[in-house]
C-alpha cells in the first residue's frame, strides 16, 4: 500500500504517518527526518536544507526529489510505504506519478489531514520532537512519560528551530501556495481522502483506519 500524507504543516501528519508504519507494516518516510538526520551528521545535503528550512522556504525540487526517488528504492518499500512531506510541490508530485508509472504502480491513498491555520501555531509552540528516533510530543496533547525525555529511546527532546511561531507563519504561507494545489491534482487521479485533523489523535486515526481498511495484526 503506498500512502500519501497531505496537510499544513503541523495538521498531524507525522503522527499519524508513524502509527500507519507501526500498523500496517510499512515505512514511514518522513523527508524532514530525512533531511534533518542530515543535518545533524553535518553532511552536504543536510547543511545545504538547513540553508531553506531555517527559513520556512522548501528545498529545492530536484535535490529532494533525488533524494526520495533514492528511499524508496530501497528493499524494505517493496510492499509500500506512508510518505510524510513527499510530494509537497507539483512537480515532486508528477515526477512520483511518472516514476511509479514506469512499473505500472501508483499511489493508492492520498490523506488530506485538515487543521485551520488557527490551530497551527499553537500545536507547533507545544510540539517536542526527539532527534534520536524522530517520535513526535506534544506538551499537552502527547506529553511523554517524563518531562523532556523520549519513552521510546531515552533521549532528551528538542523544540524545533523551525516551529518559532515567524517561521511557521512562513511555512504555513508556503505550504498555501506550493503544496495545496496537490489536493487537486490527488483528486484527480481518485486516490484522495479527506480526514477531519481537528479532532483527538485517537479520533483522526480511526478515520484512517476506516478509509485504509483494519490491518492485518491489529
Ligand atoms: P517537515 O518535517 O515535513 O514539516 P511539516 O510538513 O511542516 O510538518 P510537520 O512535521 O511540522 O508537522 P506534522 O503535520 O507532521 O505534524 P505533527 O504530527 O508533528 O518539513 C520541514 C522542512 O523540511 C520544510 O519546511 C522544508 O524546508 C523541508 N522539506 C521537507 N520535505 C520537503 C519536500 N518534499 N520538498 C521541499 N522541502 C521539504 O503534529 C504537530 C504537533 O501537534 C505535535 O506536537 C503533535 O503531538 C500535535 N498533534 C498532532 N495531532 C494532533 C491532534 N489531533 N490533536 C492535538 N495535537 C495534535
Do not use: W
Not at 66 to 95: H, S, W
Not at 103 to 129: C, H, N, Q, W, Y
Not at 179 to 208: F, K, N
Request: hydrophobic residues 40%.
Amino acid at each position: 500500500m503506498k500512502i500519501i500524507m497531505l496537510g499544513a504543516p503541523g495538521a498531524g501528519k507525522g503522527t499519524q504517518a508513524q502509527r500507519i508504519a507501526k500498523d500496517y507494516g510499512i515505512p514511514h518516510i518522513s523527508t524532514g527526518d530525512i533531511f534533518r538526520k542530515n543535518l545533524k551528521e553535518e553532511t552536504p545535503l543536510g547543511l545545504e536544507a538547513k540553508t531553506y528550512m531555517d527559513r520556512g522556504a522548501l528545498v529545492p525540487d530536484d535535490l529532494t526529489i533525488r533524494m526520495l526517488l533514492a528511499r524508496i528504492g530501497e528493499a524494505d518499500c517493496r510492499n509500500g510505504y506512508v510518505l510524510d512531506g513527499f510530494p509537497r510541490t507539483v512537480p515532486q508530485a508528477e515526477k512520483l506519478t511518472e516514476v511509479l508509472a514506469q512499473t505500472g504502480d501508483k499511489v493508492d491513498f492520498a490523506l488530506d489531514v485538515t487543521v485551520p491555520d488557527e490551530d497551527i501555531v499553537e500545536r507547533m509552540s507545544g510540539r517536542r520532537s526527539c532527534p534520536g528516533c524522530g517520535r513526535t510530543y506534544h506538551i499537552v496533547y502527547a506529553a511523554p512519560q517524563k518531562e523532556g525525555v523520549c519513552d521510546s529511546c531515552g533521549a532528551a527532546l528538542v523544540l524545533r528551530a523551525d516551529d518559532a511561531p515567524e517561521t511557521v507563519l512562513k511555512r504555513l504561507a508556503v505550504y498555501h501556495e506550493q503544496t495545496e494545489p496537490l489536493i487537486a491534482y490527488y483528486e484527480g487521479q481518485g486516490v484522495l481522502r479527506r480526514i477531519d485533523g481537528t479532532v483527538s489523535m485517537e479520533d483522526v486515526y480511526a478515520q484512517i483506519v476506516a478509509l485504509l481498511g483494519e490491518p492485518a495484526e491489529a
